[in-house]
């Protein structure tokens, strides 16, 4: 068996894709791509923002929250810091 190390969870984002229209999925995997995330499998990425500055992914949810507004598409997100993790859902098409 394995040995597998533990890394800090602080800053970890991961965002789970419930996105049905094709274009609108593109947009948003080559948004992940472009600002860092790493595919885990088809529907989900991750990405640390530990280093980010402070705003900096707030404004990647409202670019988001723009994309699919009044859409059935969603994305579920799970943000880590020291002390707590925070879901979400972003978009109308369930949680």
């Not at 948003?28 to 980010?52: C, K, P, Q």
């Not at 699919?68 to 369930?94: C, H, M, P, Q, Y």
């Amino acid at each position: 068996m394995e040995d597998f190390e533990t890394q800090p969870s602080d800053g970890l984002v991961i965002v789970v894709l419930r996105v049905r229209d094709s274009e609108r999925r593109d947009q948003i995997v080559d948004r992940l791509v472009d600002i860092g995330a790493n595919h885990v499998t088809r529907n989900v990425f991750e990405l640390s923002i530990a280093d980010w500055d402070d705003g900096l992914w707030d404004e990647e949810v409202d670019w988001f929250t723009d994309l699919l507004e009044l859409t059935r598409d969603s994305l579920i997100v799970w943000k880590f810091t020291s002390n707590a993790v925070a879901r979400f859902v972003i978009g109308d098409g369930g949680s």
